[in-house]
């Protein structure tokens, strides 16, 4: 624990003095928590959307992107070299790597004591009618995700919240795949780079498929330089990126590599024709470019293809189905955190829209219906204390005494004022900045009767 709080108090980790960081290598995190998060406890699924897997997923991130070179598209300023060499500081990053595997153990351990269990005898026939069945009842049914966006009181709020949580892994795309392609192993690693060059274009800028996503969130108002929104990242986005990044980088788990870049490439086509429609509708008349998507429903269908039969196929030709077991919980390891990522992503854009509800009809908060669990807690702040995005473990009332300030659960923030009172639900993102001093404020836990 000592080496994370050492590898943690790197300058790359100071609080900045906005809530969106000025460079992609300022990684806020908030060191008041140490003391009360364990960071190297094994994470169980229903705790995904808590702080300390918040903590874990950010420090993961950033450990494995100081092997990854960021650079703005836009002229260095003053501020930029120093963040920049604090980020990629040598001393930092075998910091970092000196715990990544026990990070890594805490974030993913569940999938494999818990969850994702294999049983029963497998052989490449079972296999490809297990995963084609699983994509075909997939699709099948229409995209949920959109649907429920869709019904929300804002869908344009709602998508670009969404297409957020997205950038952390698609304004670097396949990075994590880069990570597969080195060694030697035989004519499937020819055929996996076929697919990692369709990602970089073929190496036209234009056509790479980070650059058309960085087009997609500009239409639509959004900043495109990457992490530009880590203050707003859930703990279940970074955890589909760490995911990747894990299976990659740790050899041992190559199989399961395969199983999830299988599932990802499968499930990709039929997810995407959804949303690229649903930001058509959404956005229409807007200017909304959604090349992104739409390569992705066409290049995809080819993906998948050639990940089961040119590169599963051979390799359990050449391995045995002895791996296959690995294949599947890699697969489902997969499948499983992008469903509770669709779920966490929808529980925050209801929390946005109950703020926003209650903003026009007045902060109060009907205090019969819940009791409270603790005494209150008081603060008091200057103008522009930034308190950065955390998640509480259990529901707090929260209301301001004197002063105001913004509350942020979404991209645009609430302005509470003196006497406003809200219920902050266990499990959802938020953060404040102080606008007019002095404000206090208290919090308490509560529960519903």
């Known amino acids: 624990m000592h080496s994370i709080q050492q590898y943690l108090s790197s300058p790359a980790f100071d609080l900045p003095a906005d809530l969106l960081p000025k460079t992609p290598w300022n990684r806020p995190f908030r060191r008041q928590d140490l003391g009360s998060v364990d960071l190297l406890g094994p994470l169980a699924a229903r705790e995904l959307s808590t702080n300390r897997s918040l903590a874990i997923h950010r420090i993961l991130l950033n450990i494995y992107e100081q092997s990854m070179l960021f650079l703005p598209q836009r002229r260095f300023e003053s501020h930029d070299l120093p963040s920049f060499r604090a980020f990629y500081d040598p001393d930092n990053v075998a910091l970092g790597q000196s715990n990544r595997v026990a990070l890594e153990r805490a974030a993913f351990s569940f999938l494999d004591d818990h969850e994702i269990k294999v049983t029963g005898r497998w052989e490449w026939e079972h296999l490809e009618q297990y995963f084609l069945g699983v994509i075909e009842r997939y699709e099948e049914e229409p995209c949920s995700l959109t649907a429920r966006i869709d019904a929300l009181d804002s869908p344009t709020t709602a998508y670009r919240y969404l297409l957020i949580q997205q950038a952390s892994d698609f304004l670097s795309e396949a990075s994590a795949m880069g990570r597969a392609m080195l060694g030697s192993f035989g004519a499937t690693q020819s055929e996996l780079m076929k697919v990692f060059i369709d990602e970089y274009g073929y190496g036209v800028h234009d056509r790479k498929h980070s650059t058309l996503f960085e087009r997609c969130c500009s239409s639509v108002g959004l900043d495109p330089e990457p992490h530009r929104y880590y203050f707003h990242y859930l703990p279940s986005s970074i955890a589909l990126t760490n995911y990747f990044h894990h299976v990659c980088s740790n050899k041992h788990l190559w199989f399961r590599y395969l199983g999830a870049l299988y599932y990802t490439e499968a499930s990709i086509p039929h997810f995407n024709k959804a949303l690229s429609r649903a930001l058509r509708k959404a956005f229409e008349g807007a200017g909304v470019d959604t090349r992104y998507f739409d390569e992705h429903v066409h290049i995809d269908q080819h ?41 966490d992503c929808l529980e925050q854009l209801a929390f946005v829209e109950d703020l926003e509800r209650s903003r026009k009809g007045g902060f109060k908060v009907a205090r019969r219906a819940y009791e409270a669990v603790d005494a209150p807690l008081a603060f008091s702040e200057p103008k522009g204390e930034i308190s950065y995005s955390h998640i509480h473990d259990h529901d707090e009332l929260f209301t301001v005494e004197l002063g105001s300030m913004e509350f942020f659960a979404g991209i645009t923030p609430v302005v509470l004022e003196a006497g406003d009172s809200i219920i902050i639900p266990a499990g959802r993102l938020h953060g404040s900045r102080v606008i007019n001093e002095p404000c206090t404020y208290r919090v308490q836990k509560v529960r519903r009767r």
């Open 303 to 343: 993906h998948r293809r050639m990940v089961l039969d040119d590169v599963i196929r051979p390799t359990i030709a050449l391995c045995g189905a002895q791996v296959i077991p690995e294949m599947v919980i890699g697969f489902e390891s997969f499948r499983l955190l992008q469903s509770l990522a669709d779920r």
